[in-house]
Nanobody
C-alpha cells in the first residue's frame, strides 16, 4: 500500500523555523518526485517545492525561494521541508504528494491525484 504521511507542523512565530517530514512507503522511493503542497484557508492548494529523489533536482516556488529547502533521506524514504524565516502568509495545511515539475511550475502527479490525507498544519503568528 502506497503511503505518504506528513508531519512536523505546529505553531511558530514570524521569523521562526519548522521542519516538515514526509514519511513514505509502498513504492520505489528513488523512482519518484515527491513534493510539498499547501492550502491556506479560503485559497486553492498550491505547490511549494518538489524534489526528484533519484536525480536530486528540485523546484521551489518563488513565494518561498530562499526560505524553504526541500531534501530527501533515501535511507529513510523520507522527504523534508526545512522552513526558515516563516511569515504569517505561510500559514496553511501542508501536504506531501508525488509531483512533477519543470523550470516554471510544479503540480501533483498525476494531475488528478486525490489522496491528500490530513496534511500537517503550520500556523505562523505575527
Amino acid at each position: 500500500e502506497v503511503q505518504l504521511q506528513a508531519s512536523g507542523g505546529g505553531l511558530a512565530q514570524a521569523g521562526g523555523s519548522l521542519r516538515l517530514s514526509c514519511a513514505t512507503s509502498g513504492f520505489a522511493f528513488e523512482d519518484f518526485n515527491i513534493g510539498w503542497f499547501r492550502q491556506a484557508p479560503g485559497k486553492e492548494r498550491e505547490g511549494v517545492s518538489c524534489i526528484s529523489v533519484g536525480h536530486r533536482t528540485t523546484y521551489t516556488a518563488d513565494s518561498v525561494k530562499g526560505r524553504f529547502t526541500i531534501s530527501s533521506d533515501n535511507a529513510k524514504n523520507t522527504v523534508y521541508l526545512q522552513m526558515n524565516s516563516l511569515k504569517p502568509e505561510d500559514t496553511a495545511v501542508y501536504y506531501c504528494a508525488p509531483c512533477f515539475f519543470d523550470a516554471q511550475a510544479m503540480g501533483p502527479f498525476p494531475p488528478t491525484y486525490d489522496y491528500w490525507g490530513q496534511g500537517t498544519l503550520v500556523t505562523v503568528s505575527s
